[in-house]
């Protein structure tokens, strides 16, 4: 189940970043990660969910010429993230039942993604894509897997708006994510951006058979972020 989890951060806290810019930035998040467990043939149920804080940080590197009118380009993007997650009593019930090894530790989790954007003028904004690498590392697992991406910006006045799209697939092939999530920037000086950030990341279900019991895991994630970014 905690790999699961690991598989859904890294979507959810990837930093978000202005086309074409040179900065760095930090983010603080809230993040909540469930898995609502069934079973059967006994029925049994649990709304398992670890959620708490994680902050990341990264930076976005224009690849082009120094040119604002620029029709076309590439970035180079890079997020580290951490999160410390506490379980809920339903998390903490159902690794007992499978007897798992201390049940209500804290799931700890860190992340680190690299990715290549390149992105066209497109009406009033511009649309992008997104290929990159994803590293996942909890107390019980370490994953790398392919983050492949796309979205729209769209910039009105002082505020930037990107929604987006990611899905991730490690290299294990446990299972694939997909997460949706909209940033909004906006300018407080030339050199510095306040950024807001939600993303509901989602995963194919996983069953497998325990004593006898057929066990069905459904996981998704939700995460709301905030930070600043500093050009230069």
């Given at each position: 189940?905690?790999?699961?989890?690991?598989?859904?951060?890294?979507?959810?806290?990837?930093?978000?970043?202005?086309?074409?810019?040179?900065?760095?930035?930090?983010?603080?998040?809230?993040?909540?990660?469930?898995?609502?467990?069934?079973?059967?043939?006994?029925?049994?149920?649990?709304?398992?969910?670890y959620?708490?804080?994680a902050?990341?940080?990264?930076?976005?590197?224009?690849?082009?010429?120094?040119?604002?009118?620029?029709?076309w380009?590439?970035?180079?993007?890079?997020?580290?993230?951490?999160?410390d997650?506490?379980?809920?009593?339903?998390?903490?019930?159902?690794?007992?039942?499978?007897?798992s090894?201390?049940?209500?530790?804290?799931?700890?989790?860190?992340?680190?993604?690299?990715?290549?954007?390149?992105?066209?003028?497109?009406?009033?904004?511009?649309l992008?894509?997104?290929?990159?690498?994803?590293?996942?590392?909890?107390?019980?697992?370490?994953?790398?897997?392919?983050?492949?991406?796309?979205?729209?910006?769209?910039?009105?006045?002082?505020?930037?708006?990107?929604?987006?799209?990611?899905?991730?697939?490690?290299?294990?092939?446990?299972?694939?994510?997909?997460?949706?999530?909209?940033?909004?920037?906006?300018?407080?000086?030339?050199?510095?951006?306040?950024?807001?950030?939600?993303?509901?990341?989602?995963?194919?279900?996983?069953?497998?058979?325990?004593?006898?019991?057929?066990?069905?895991?459904?996981?998704?994630?939700?995460?709301?972020?905030?930070?600043?970014?500093?050009?230069?």
């Open positions: 189940m905690k790999k699961l989890l690991a598989l859904l951060l890294l979507p959810s806290l990837a930093f978000a970043a202005k086309i074409g810019e040179n900065y760095v930035g930090f983010g603080i998040g809230h993040t909540t990660q469930s898995i609502d467990v069934r079973t059967s043939p006994n029925n049994l149920s649990w709304d398992a969910e959620d708490g804080w902050f990341s940080f990264g930076g976005n590197f224009n690849l082009s010429a120094p040119d604002k009118n620029k029709q380009g590439a970035d180079v993007l890079f997020s580290f993230s951490s999160a997650l506490e379980p809920n009593a339903d998390a903490i019930d159902y690794l007992t039942a499978i007897n090894t201390n049940p209500s530790r804290d799931l700890e989790v860190n992340s680190l993604s690299g990715t290549l954007r390149p992105f066209i003028t497109l009406g009033e904004g511009k992008f894509c997104s290929l990159g690498f994803g590293r996942v590392e909890n107390d019980d697992s370490k994953e790398t897997g392919l983050v492949l991406g796309a979205g729209y910006e769209a910039t009105f006045d002082k505020i930037t708006i990107t929604p987006s799209i990611t899905h991730t697939s490690l290299d294990d092939g446990l299972t694939d994510s997909l997460s949706y999530g909209v940033s909004a920037n906006y300018e407080l000086t030339e050199k510095l951006d306040f950024v807001l950030g939600y993303s509901h990341t989602i995963t194919d279900d996983v069953s497998f058979v325990y004593s006898g019991e057929t066990v069905n895991l459904e996981p998704y994630a939700n995460t709301f972020a905030f930070g600043l970014t500093y050009n230069f």
